[in-house]
DNA sequence: GCCTGAAGTTAGTCTCGACTAACTTTGAAT
DNA sequence: ATTCAAAGTTAGTCGAGACTAACTTCAGGC
């Protein structure tokens, strides 16, 4: 009868491992084509390569990757889905602590890292069902519906705006504390609508116009800024 | 750089163990006059004695428990500390998912017993302020305060009544879910007045009225509500 | 005051996921 | 075509925390 703790516990914490490395794929994939290679997903993780070469051999016994020494891996239907499940709680709950809760955009992140791995499916309807069933988190970023599915996202980075161009501050493309923070200070936030003034040559700052105010942002933050083109302005 | 993996994880890991092992010395404790025995807290935790003994022995070493091998071991104020703050956690989880996200009221334990180990001390603030600093949980249980302390709880079993007193139920003594369903059938909630009318003798059910309706609850039941005496009503 | 059964402990093994150190494969540049 | 650095893998170790099996200590009954 104490037999089952012996069952227990290792699913957990088994896992937690499988989700996390699914998330990082997950991410890793979106943009980079093929096959994702170990050290990336290591670096990601941070932990050795030889680490997640380990692991990614056993999510590969296990259905969750699909997995050819030296040449990287890719997740299986299995895998995406335990990723998109993921990235599902890990957006839903910051939009909850940031909407109920009103925890600051920049903390939020780290907070839904953790709990991501630990809510029930019953807490995670219950808490999309408070929210409305969204579709953004706090961060602008899109968040799979109950079936799993991610709706399209028709942002650029806003180094794609040309002088003159109006867009629509959408989020950030990565999870950078200091960013959001930094952003929250010059007081633009998703929803805001930026009017793209000019570019400084030689890796200079993106000039843009804000509820009346004007800010130099540096390429590296303009880069991971996501806007939606708006038409007009071009005067 | 990617050195801090090796620390970060590990860390963690032990915490959990410790937090666990402390809330349940913590408990056993609380009726258990002197030291408890390894055979108490390894059923209480779901694992056999020897791991028990094994895991006492540790966190002896690391201050959380004072353990004299063969007779049994007590929380030292570290852990005590420890145990009230799972407690403080668990109690506000519970409390807030039953209020804010309206968990039915029988399921709030299980999901809180998980969550507990994993809110940052900022989420444990906020989440203490949305509901407004409450000194009581959902099954009437008393949250420790900020600074841990534990507020007198005035109840007794309601076992302890005698026909014709009245009492108010505050809680049931043990998170047992199928005696929540039960109660939320009778429409027994914290709150309620109760009068008891009388018992059945060699083991009998105390029948007892509430909101105008009589119910029979068998001893074991009865035995782990608690109820805070009210005046009158004997007559 | 001894003896026995219950309570507790020790020894040795397992899995998980990380690590380091040493080796192998790959592929781009000459 | 060869070379060689970067990327990846294997082998062996560690720590946590559980397990089983076998041994030890304690305490109550005679």
Redesign the pocket.
Known sequence: M??Q??NA??KR??K???E?YAKALYELQARGETAV????VAER???????A??????LATEGVVEYT????ARLTPEGERIALEMIRHHRLIELFLAEVLDMPWDRVHSEAEVLEHHISEELEELIAAKLGEPALDPHGDPIPDRHLEVHADESVPLTELDPGELGVFSRVSDSDASMLRHLAELEIQPGATLLVRGREPFGGPVMVEVAGRTHALGVELAGSMRVSRRPGGKR
Chains 1, 2 share one sequence.
């Open positions: 104490t037999a703790a012996h516990h290792p914490r088994t937690e491992g499988a996390n290679g170990t050290t990336a993780l941070g932990v050795t390569p030889a680490s070469s380990g692991m990614l051999r056993r020494p030296y040449h990287g």
